[in-house]
């Protein structure tokens, strides 16, 4: 019997993550008679349509928790996995305790990272970091999903009781034709990122970088993505550098918006996946990443984009120095993302692995019992 599926997912902020979430609900539905998707914004944004995905969205934990037993309740006979994440899966296996709780982490974890995560006893949210979750209850789960292999290394060494990692990359729709490249006339390096400006985005090398003499005038680098904590800062060092640097805020439509460049760069050194990175090659615009995270799984370098390191500030503004130089080369790059993009980082895809693990799910003979 084909379980029902259950997504859960609490927002926080706008971003590449949302995106996913709804992305792989929608084609999950084209695969499974039965899915629902939970969705807590706890500020953040509404998940907008899942495609035939029975979309609840709740505002507090109270909502949640009764939102969340009603769905898998409604299932009756047909077993139910619950597909979550790492700030509900403690509290997603105490209410549905009849359900298989699969939970994805969306993070490349370390042991002293600080992680936003609901109380599966009060709904509060709290912070806590891999080691100090709740695993009296998060021993019972079958198989964790890591995003990415770094996702899943990361895991398989931190996680104190993880039984079983397994790796899905995300799936991202890439439009059907090539956005126009509606490039300004300018002989600049046009570079493009797609970052929340918090410290762990590490935006600020990118600011160092294209603050270079060897790149002020010759290049300019535009930043996607909601203002975060780090804001106030980065626009501080903009002015103080004088650095060709823009703030564009959020936008949709990234693959449309990224066609109008020649280049996404990135920072972040624990990037989970890095969805942006598929986002550009869908307008076939190559990525220049660093080694480590997630980064370097989705880019080939010297291929479909090209990796620095991240600890050698010098290395980022020889690769962008050598982007500037040979703009050919970066076209060439950008067909190749799309190919592979195309190839295999689709929705179709992603729901399909999914749909093999959730089929994998036994059914639970009794009830687990939350720890007191």
């Known amino acids: 019997m084909v379980p029902h599926v259950v997504l859960t997912w609490v927002t926080t902020a706008r971003g590449g993550a949302e995106n996913s979430v709804v992305e792989l609900a929608g084609s999950l539905a ?25 979309l609840h969205e709740v505002t507090s934990w109270s909502d949640y928790a009764r939102t969340l037993s009603r769905v898998c309740a409604a299932a009756g ?19 549905t305790p009849n359900a298989r709780v699969i939970p994805v982490v969306r993070h490349v974890v370390n042991p002293d990272q600080v992680m936003r995560v609901i109380n599966p006893y009060d709904g509060h949210m709290v912070e806590r970091t891999i080691g100090r ?17 770094a996702s899943s290394a990361a895991l398989r060494k931190h996680a104190p009781q993880a039984r079983f990692v397994t790796t899905i990359h995300n799936g991202v729709t890439i439009p059907p034709t090539v956005p126009a490249h509606n490039r300004p006339a300018t002989g600049r390096l046009l570079v493009a990122s797609v970052a929340r ?20 005038t010759s290049v300019r680098l535009d930043v996607f993505g909601e203002p975060g904590s780090q804001q106030t800062e980065l626009a501080n060092l903009v002015r103080e550098l004088a650095a060709p640097v823009r703030f564009m805020g959020y936008t949709d439509g990234l693959p449309q918006r990224l ?51 991240p600890d050698d500030p010098g290395d980022l503004v020889e690769a962008l120095t050598e ?46 019992v939350a720890a007191q």
């Open 30 to 54: 084209r695969l499974v008679p039965s899915v629902d998707v939970v969705w807590w914004r706890h500020g953040g944004p509404s998940a907008g349509p899942c495609a035939s995905a029975r």
């Open 77 to 95: 006979d047909r077993p139910t996995v619950v597909i979550s994440n790492h700030r509900t899966a403690a509290a997603d296996a105490v209410i």
């Open 133 to 149: 979750l709740w695993w009296e209850l998060l021993a019972a789960v079958p198989v964790w999903v890591g995003i990415s292999q």
């Open 197 to 216: 400006t918090v410290p762990w985005k590490r935006v600020d090398q990118l600011v160092q970088a294209v603050a270079d003499p060897r790149l002020s």
């Open 259 to 309: 066609a109008e460049y020649d280049l996404l760069a990135t920072a972040a050194v624990q990037e989970g996946f890095g969805r942006a990175v598929i986002d550009a090659a869908g307008a076939a615009v190559p990525s220049l990443v660093p080694d480590a995270g997630a980064s370097p799984e989705l880019v080939i370098d010297g291929l479909t984009g090209m990796v620095y390191d």
């Open 323 to 368: 982007a500037l130089l040979d703009r050919p080369m970066l076209i060439q790059m950008g067909k190749a993302a799309r190919a592979l993009a195309e190839g295999w980082y689709t929705p179709g895809r992603c729901a399909a692995q999914y749909l093999k693990l959730v089929l994998g799910q036994r059914p639970i003979d009794r009830p687990l």
